[in-house]
């Protein structure tokens, strides 16, 4: 079993929708959780970080995080075409000088 | 632009041959990250430097592989006697010990293809 496990998709969605994609994971010592965004042939660029449980919300993206159920969330409201990429979730143990555990992605496209 | 940057953006080689990357983190991080993706997966990481010190390697940087950074800036990945299955983004990152530490920034990466 891998330390963190993501749906890859693919998943379709009409623009406007909203979307969830989630991870879980099994090492309870995680404490810090990512969502980095990926384009095609680009590097993963960061979208939200969340420490420990609890919700956090930066515009049409919340990020949700479920320490007893060792699940994470990512919704993103009223998609849009340009959100179509690859979303990867992160987790880390400490919050300094440390690598991060990625999930494989999901890769999500919005059609207009 | 004041991002990370990496050279060469691709490399194809023949098996057996070594290969050099390199990356240019932000000016000011002083910590940079080595991490290996391949087609349908996340990344992996590889290595971790604080200035100019290798504080960590993951087991899966083989005896052929080497990363330096010598003087606390930019950083070479060298793979030595490269194999089909080194074929991958190879992807640097850096952040800013002091600041909020999490968030890596990352380069568009290296893709290798070996033949």
């Not at chain 1, 309870?28 to 590097?43: C, D, I, P, T, V």
């Not at chain 1, 959100?83 to 000088?97: E, H, N, V």
């Not at chain 2, 990356?23 to 991080?29: G, K, L």
């Not at chain 2, 991958?88 to 990152?93: G, I, R, S």
Request: charged share 20%.
């Amino acid at each position: 079993q891998k330390e963190v496990e993501q749906d890859p998709g693919p998943l379709s969605v009409p623009e406007g929708a909203i979307v969830s994609l989630n991870c879980t994971y099994s090492n309870s010592a995680f404490q810090y959780f990512m969502w980095y965004r990926q384009y095609s042939r680009k590097g993963p660029e960061l979208l939200m970080y969340t420490y420990s449980s609890g919700n956090k919300e930066d515009g049409r993206f919340t990020a949700q995080v479920d320490k007893s159920s060792k699940y994470i969330s990512l919704f993103i409201r009223d998609s849009q075409p340009s959100d179509s990429a690859t979303y990867l979730c992160a987790m880390s143990a400490r919050q300094a000088g440390t690598a991060l555990i990625f999930g494989k992605g999901t890769t999500l496209s919005v059609s207009s | 632009d004041t991002g990370v940057s990496q050279n060469p953006r691709h490399k194809i080689t023949k098996r057996g041959q070594n290969v050099t990357f390199r990356c240019d983190p932000i000016s000011e991080h002083n910590r940079l990250y080595w991490y290996r993706q391949t087609l349908g997966q996340g990344p992996e990481f590889l290595t971790y430097f604080q200035n100019e010190a290798q504080l960590e390697k993951s087991r899966l940087l083989s005896d052929r592989f080497s990363a330096e950074r010598p003087k606390g800036s930019f950083s070479t990945l060298e793979i030595q006697r490269t194999e089909q299955g080194d074929s991958a983004m190879y992807l640097c990152a850096s952040s800013f010990s002091g600041g909020n530490d999490y968030e890596q920034y990352f380069g568009p990466g290296t893709r290798l293809t070996v033949t």
